[in-house]
């Protein structure tokens, strides 16, 4: 819906004692054979270039929990083998200090096609520079152009090597990179495309050239902190591309400091989003299930696997956290460490800085690093909570969860219907300026009312190929192909009011309490409980009956607070299957 609601950082003299060599790989935990000790004083790149091959953190340690019958005596085990064998899978060997992910054994199919049909004769047209970085799954070199349109610009060149596409997948993902780069283009806060090439041993991607360096990179000359107004600057703009690709239906999967590159030097330039080798595609209604991206900033429903776009939020508010307080939320020397922080811990609001940044600030954060990734801030509602409203660089975007609740709504019973039309009169000021926001880019008619239809139309003037690719486009038309009455404001926030939101801020008792007292004096009345499992639309059968007995007050045969809350929510037969 819409509603607008570590550890300290170590002295500049353990800055540098331990400082961060870029002209080597920096491991993020002790290397059992070498005893080096991690290089990062607050922060480190992605965990995935050479620490799984020696790593002891594959393995899980037995704690010493007594034995208990039907309770599991040992922890869970580590995502993290499960990672390197995925990833082994979905790209083959790769040598570590190549790329990010582990090495593995060959896996690579005889006979792959690994022709993409992109330009050919690359070194006609660019004079290739020096190497400025490596990625995921290749490395970026910085070329000239030497005809056409692009004759004398300096570009950068993204080159993935085809000896390293050593699956029909990873050839897929290089595939829909460029896709998702040719598509996106054209955003001021993502690096631009400019065109593809490929010849026998590699493809080439040719792109923008940010001279300004990783958001990384800034961080650390800062020594770890950004004041709040420029936390905020960088946030917005990062939320801005991100709340674009997710309308779009793309999730970017490794949002991380280094993949947000400057333009220039001076930091009021534009922030770039770079490295779209882990996106994919996803529909609103639809859940990725394979575990990538990088440990420090992957969300728990990743390893969890199951998620969408809510993923790369959770990201977002991992860099939100070390902007504005120069450490990590979640941190371990291992791997399996990351990933129980990552399920497990709650980040620390208690250490300085954080009681003396504004609670609009902390609020912030915590919104974005909600381990139930259904209470999480979407990129739109991010962009509209209290601490950035004001801002000049924020543009709200459509957001695509408005399309999810609104179906979920007209296809409730009248009585859920009025159960959250009674919710959204508890809304306050700021938490409604999301939902008229979102109302006007809908485009209502001179009455004030939106159709359905609308839903379609609003979108159009913003869609792209990757919105037909990500399959977003059809799950669009599905929702205006619905047919209900035209909506005035009100029953939209209503039916944009999303419940297990609300249930995230420390507000949801006192909304609870407020709306059922609304619902006690316009909608609830004495029902029977087979009228009950009709309007729910549940089969008759006893196991139902039995729960739907704790829905009624016995006093007088009307809606009790725990079966308004539970009817808030949803239900279906699937609902009881447990039961």
């Known amino acids: 819906m819409g509603l607008c609601h570590g550890k300290p ?168 990179e460029v896709n998702i780069l040719h598509a996106l283009t054209g955003h001021k806060n993502l ?48 939320l801005n591309v991100v709340a674009y690709c997710h309308l779009q239906g793309v999730v970017h999967r490794d949002l991380k400091p280094e993949n947000f590159l400057f333009t220039s030097k001076d930091e009021h330039y534009p922030l770039k989003a770079i490295d779209f080798g882990l996106s994919d595609y996803v529909k609103p209604d639809e859940r990725l299930n394979d575990i990538v991206g990088s440990a420090y900033y992957v969300s728990p429903e990743v390893l969890h696997r199951s998620y969408g776009t809510e993923a790369d939020m959770w990201s977002i508010g991992v860099i939100a956290y070390i902007l504005l307080c120069g450490s990590r939320p979640f941190w371990s020397r291992t791997e399996s460490g990351i990933f129980r922080a990552v399920l497990k811990a709650d980040p620390s609001f208690d250490e300085a800085p954080w009681p003396s940044l504004s609670s609009d600030a902390v609020d912030f954060v915590k919104g974005l690093l909600n381990k139930d990734y259904r209470k999480r ?83 159009t003037k913003y869609s792209t190929d990757a919105m037909n690719d990500s399959r977003v486009a059809d799950y669009v038309n599905l929702v205006s192909s619905l047919r209900y009455r035209k909506l005035d404001y009100e029953e939209f926030c209503a039916a944009a009011t999303s419940v297990h939101q609300l249930e995230g801020m420390n507000t949801w008792e006192q909304n609870a309490r407020n709306a059922y007292e609304f619902f006690e004096k316009d909608g609830n009345r004495p029902i029977m409980i087979e009228e009950l499992a009709t309007e729910l639309g549940l089969s008759p059968s006893v196991p139902i009956h039995v729960v739907l007995q704790d829905w009624l007050r016995h006093t007088d045969g009307k809606l009790s607070f725990l079966g308004f809350v539970r009817l808030l929510h949803g239900v279906s037969s699937r609902t009881f299957q447990k039961v």
């Open 9 to 176: 950082i170590e002295t500049p003299q353990n800055l540098s004692e331990n400082p961060i060599n870029p002209g080597e790989n920096n491991d993020l935990i002790l290397n059992s054979s070498t005893g080096k000790t991690p290089k990062f004083p607050f922060y480190s790149p992605s965990p995935f270039r050479s620490t799984y091959k020696d790593s002891p953190a594959n393995s899980v340690s037995v704690l010493s929990t007594p034995l208990r019958f039907l309770k599991r005596p040992f922890p869970p085990p580590s995502p993290a083998r499960h990672i390197k064998a995925l990833l082994t899978r979905r790209h083959g060997s790769i040598k570590p200090n190549e790329a990010t992910i582990p090495e593995g054994d060959e896996c690579e199919i005889i006979g792959l096609d690994k022709t993409f049909g992109f330009s050919k004769n690359f070194t006609s047209h660019y004079d290739l520079g020096e190497e400025v970085g490596r990625g995921h799954f290749g490395y970026t070199c910085s070329a000239t152009g030497k005809k056409g349109s692009l004759k004398g610009l300096d570009v950068a060149v993204k080159i993935l090597p085809k000896s390293k596409m050593a699956t029909a997948i990873a050839i897929e993902d290089a595939r829909r």
């Open 377 to 459: 801030l979407t990129a739109s509602q991010a962009l509209s909570h209290p601490w950035l409203v004001g801002h000049q660089d924020v543009k709200i975007a459509l957001d695509m969860i408005i399309y999810k609740l609104v179906k979920a709504y007209i296809c409730s019973s009248s009585l859920r219907k009025v159960a959250l039309r009674a919710l959204a009169r508890t809304l306050s000021i700021q938490q409604l300026a999301y939902l008229r926001e979102q109302f006007t880019l809908l485009g209502p008619n001179k009455s004030g009312l939106i159709s359905i239809t609308s839903f379609k139309t609003s979108i």
């Open 191 to 238: 690096v631009q495309f400019y065109d593809a090439y490929e010849d026998d041993e590699n493809v080439y991607v040719v792109m923008e050239l940010c001279k300004g360096g990783e958001l990384l990179d800034h961080i650390l000359s800062r020594g770890g902190k950004y004041s709040e107004e420029d936390a905020k600057s960088l946030l917005v703009q990062i």
